[in-house]
């Protein structure tokens, strides 16, 4: 039971945390694609794609969620429970701070888009790499389950 209890926690820890680094990222690409729409909301198309960026790290967090919890038996130890602990913090960690720096990056392509829209294209390198760190959790976190 207790194995059970750490493998959930750490599970749910780890999906909880990249949603909230999910929610913050979108917070602020969305308080700036509003600022920027008010202005030209032809622009929409444009900031769409910068403004859910963020929203992925959440979606690794549930993904991941739900591949553990098949990894929890009835039968598991306390020492067993605690291996799938701590595979999910690489990516509850990364998911949490690189959704919130993802966001404030993408911002800052969305106001970038406000004075020249035809930077969007490119615009959207800059955010995606900061999502590079959000995946190596993820593949870390798999590999050590």
């Known amino acids: ?8 926690l750490g599970l749910a820890i780890c999906a909880g945390l990249c949603g909230c680094g999910s ?27 910068l403004v859910v960026l963020p929203a992925t790290q959440g979606i690794y967090g549930f993904v991941f969620g739900i591949i553990g ?16 602990f701590a595979a999910a ?10 959704g919130i720096f993802q966001g404030r990056t993408a911002v800052g392509g969305i106001n970038a ?5 035809s930077l969007s294209g490119k615009l959207i390198l800059f ?6 760190y959000a995946i190596l ?8 389950m």
Request: proline fraction near 2%.
């Open 1 to 8: 039971m207790e194995g059970q209890a750490l493998a959930t």
């Open 23 to 49: 929610a913050i990222g979108l917070y602020y690409t969305g308080s700036a694609a509003a600022g920027v729409l008010a202005e030209d909301a032809k622009k929409f198309s444009k900031v769409l794609i």
């Open 69 to 84: 919890m098949g990894s929890i038996t009835a039968s598991m130890t306390a020492i067993e429970g605690a291996k799938l």
């Open 89 to 98: 913090m690489p990516l509850a960690l990364a998911g949490l701070i690189s």
């Open 113 to 117: 888009i406000a004075r020249n829209e």
């Open 127 to 132: 955010p995606a790499m900061v999502e590079t």
């Open 137 to 144: 959790g993820l593949v870390v976190s798999i590999l050590l």
